[in-house]
Structure formats: structure tokens, C-alpha cells
């Protein structure tokens, strides 16, 4: 079995370059063509969870602060209104996990052409 990897392919424990002179991947696009596509199992894909989606957009504690300044000054509630629309975007139940993405187009081409 063979796993994509976004600048290699994986056998095992160990890596092979995506390099059409290398023989290891020439084996692999030799394996894949007698053997199917069944052989080759595409990248992970890791999806981040609702945690650090929200901690990437949340403003930084010195923005946060500034707006609860000005908001407490200006009776306005900006800062209320930015971390609620960050909560609403990205809710808990976005819980993140890794999956197994499609097989690239890439690996098909190569066992076609090199037949």
C-alpha cells in the first residue's frame, strides 16, 4: 500500500521523492499500473477544530482590550459584537479530525503515460 503525501509518496517506513528518474518511484507507477489504483491511498487532510479556527481570527488581547475601552466610552458594544460573530462562524460543533483526501489526478496521468 502506498500513502500520497504532499512532496512524497510513503511504502512503509519510508519515503519515496515524486521524482520521475528516482527507480523507487518508477517501481511505485510500475506497481500501480499491473496492480490498480486500489494500491494508492491519497493524502490526510486535517481539519482544524472549532478551538483553533476561532484563535487564528480572534483579534489580539491588546485589540480586545482597546475595543472594550472605546466600547465602554462610546456605550458601544463592538467588541461583544466581534468575538459573537467569531463564535457564530466557527461553533463547537466544528470538532476537526483527519480524513483521508481523494487520490491525485497526478498519479493516474503518470501510470498512463508511462504505458
Same mark, same amino acid.
Request: a negative charge; hydrophobic letters at 30%.
Given at each position: 500500500?502506498?500513502?500520497? &503525501? $504532499?512532496? %512524497?509518496?510513503?511504502?512503509? &517506513? $519510508?519515503?519515496? =521523492?515524486?521524482?520521475?528518474?528516482?527507480?523507487?518511484?518508477? +517501481?511505485?507507477?510500475?506497481?500501480? %499500473?499491473? +496492480?490498480?489504483i486500489g494500491i494508492v491511498e491519497g493524502p490526510d487532510v486535517i481539519e482544524p477544530s472549532y478551538v483553533e479556527l476561532r484563535a487564528a481570527e480572534y483579534p489580539s488581547r491588546e485589540e480586545q482590550f482597546d475595543m472594550m475601552y472605546w466600547d465602554k466610552i462610546n456605550g458601544t458594544t463592538t467588541w461583544e459584537d466581534t468575538i459573537q460573530g467569531i463564535k457564530d462562524k466557527y461553533p463547537k460543533t466544528i470538532t476537526g479530525?483527519?480524513?483521508?483526501? =481523494?487520490?491525485?489526478?497526478?498519479?493516474?496521468?503518470?501510470?498512463? %503515460?508511462a504505458e
Open positions: 500500500m502506498y500513502k500520497i &503525501n $504532499s512532496n %512524497s509518496i510513503k511504502k512503509e &517506513n $519510508s519515503y519515496i =521523492p515524486l521524482d520521475p528518474a528516482n527507480t523507487d518511484y518508477q +517501481q511505485f507507477i510500475q506497481d500501480v %499500473s499491473e +496492480q490498480g479530525g483527519t480524513t483521508i483526501g =481523494p487520490i491525485p489526478d497526478w498519479v493516474q496521468e503518470a501510470v498512463d %503515460s
